[in-house]
C-alpha cells in the first residue's frame, strides 16, 4: 500500500506497536495500514477414491494443490469449507474435521486448514482445468516438506512414518 486508505496521502513508514508500519503523515487523519495476514481456508477433500488434488489455471503446468479459497463477509471457516468444495469441485460435504490454522507468511495470509470427506461426481469450476486423485500415503511428500497442515493431519489420522519430523522453521 502506497497511499491512505482515507485521505489520499502517501504514507510514511513509522513503528507503531513496535513493529514497522505504513502510516498516514496527517495526524489529524491518524490512518494506519495494518497489513494483517488474509484468513483463507484450505481443504484436504476426501471421496471414496482418494484425495483430490487439482490444478488450478493460473499455476504452473503440471502443479496440483488442495482446494482453497477466501472467506466470504460474515462467513464462518467451516462455512467457506464446505462452499469452496461445493464450487470448485461440485461436491458435497459430508463432514469436515478442523486440521489447524497456519501462517503462509509469503502471501501474508493465514490458513484455515479443513479434512474434508465429500461424495458426488467431481465437475471442476472455471478456475480449474484439471485433478487427479491421490492415496493418503502418495501426500508423505508434502509433510516432509513442511507443509505443517499435512503433517498434523497426518499425526491425527496416524499415517506419518515415525522417522518423518519436521521443524517449526521449515514454513510453507
Known amino acids: 500500500m502506497k497511499y491512505c486508505g482515507k485521505c489520499g496521502r502517501e504514507l510514511i513508514p513509522a513503528v507503531i506497536d513496535e513493529r514497522r508500519r505504513l502510516r498516514c503523515p ?3 487523519c491518524g490512518y494506519v495500514f495494518w497489513n494483517n495476514p488474509t484468513p483463507v481456508v484450505a481443504m484436504l477433500v476426501e471421496t471414496e477414491e482418494g484425495i ?3 490444478h488450478n489455471k493460473a499455476f504452473p503446468p503440471g ?3 488442495f482446494i482453497t479459497g477466501f472467506l466470504e ?5 467451516e462455512e467457506a469449507a464446505v462452499r469452496e468444495t461445493r464450487e470448485e469441485l461440485s461436491l458435497e460435504a459430508d463432514r469436515t474435521e478442523f486440521v489447524g490454522a497456519f501462517p503462509f507468511r509469503r502471501m501474508n495470509q493465514l490458513v484455515l486448514v479443513y479434512h474434508v470427506f465429500a461424495s ?3 465437475r471442476l469450476n472455471e478456475e480449474l482445468d484439471d485433478y487427479r486423485i491421490v492415496q493418503r500415503t502418495d ?10 497442515e499435512v ?12 522417522e518423518v519430523t519436521l521443524s517449526p522453521e521449515s514454513g510453507q
Not at 463477509?73 to 471457516?77: H, L, Q, S, Y
Not at 503433517?151 to 515415525?162: G, N
Open 52 to 54: 483430490v488434488l487439482a
Open 26 to 28: 496527517d495526524e489529524a
Open 120 to 122: 458426488g461426481a467431481i
Open 139 to 148: 501426500l508423505l511428500g508434502y509433510a516432509e516438506s513442511g507443509r505443517f
Open 151 to 162: 503433517a498434523v493431519w497426518f499425526e491425527r489420522m496416524r499415517v506419518l512414518r515415525p
Open 63 to 65: 502443479m496440483f494443490s
Open 73 to 77: 463477509a460474515g462467513e464462518a471457516p
